[in-house]
């Protein structure tokens, strides 16, 4: 039987409030390379942080057309068709609380999707990483970005962790 497991590497960007979320984008890639990348049509921008706005609002791409969280939910599912995703997040808490919301709830997702999310931070501190040596992102809160930097420190780590680092 084939081996359909894959690593996915992702972030979300979001406009956060005590008691509540909204995805602002995401991205994600897989282990052979291929990428997804979303704005949501359904943040308030007005909810936002001055921070968020300057840091991430105004930075989103102007040429990609903003989707309903459903549209983005069904494309996820088609990004990952036929796969068994290994997720892989830093920072992941929110990460994984934003994409489950996504997938409209736990129950409500693949029911081989994983019911958890890899935590890069975490395996930072597993290893005793030197955090002198996290590389720094190339550009800090674009959601793709930030997931192609998840997938190049997670590939430093298991070099680290195989005595290559």
């Not at 934003?98 to 409209?104: E, T, Y």
Request: aromatic share 14%.
């Amino acid at each position: 039987m084939k081996d359909d497991r894959v690593k996915v590497y992702f972030d979300t960007e979001f406009i956060a409030k005590p008691f509540h979320l909204e995805l602002i984008s995401i991205g994600m890639v897989r282990e052979d390379g291929k990428t997804y990348y979303a704005i949501s049509s359904e943040f308030d921008p007005n909810n936002a942080k001055p921070w968020v706005k300057e840091n991430v609002i105004a930075l989103l791409e102007p040429e990609i057309t903003p989707k309903a969280i459903a549209q983005i939910r069904e494309e996820i599912l088609l990004f990952l068709a036929h796969r068994t995703p290994e997720f892989w997040a830093y920072y992941a808490s929110f990460d994984w609380v934003i994409f489950s919301w996504i997938m409209q709830d736990m129950n409500a997702m693949p029911a081989h999707y994983p019911k958890y999310c890899n935590d890069l931070r975490q395996e930072i501190a597993r290893l005793k990483f030197p955090k002198n040596e996290i590389p720094r992102a190339h550009n800090k809160h674009n959601a793709l970005n930030d997931a192609l930097w998840n997938q190049q420190l997670h590939q430093l780590l298991i070099d680290f962790e195989q005595g290559r680092g």
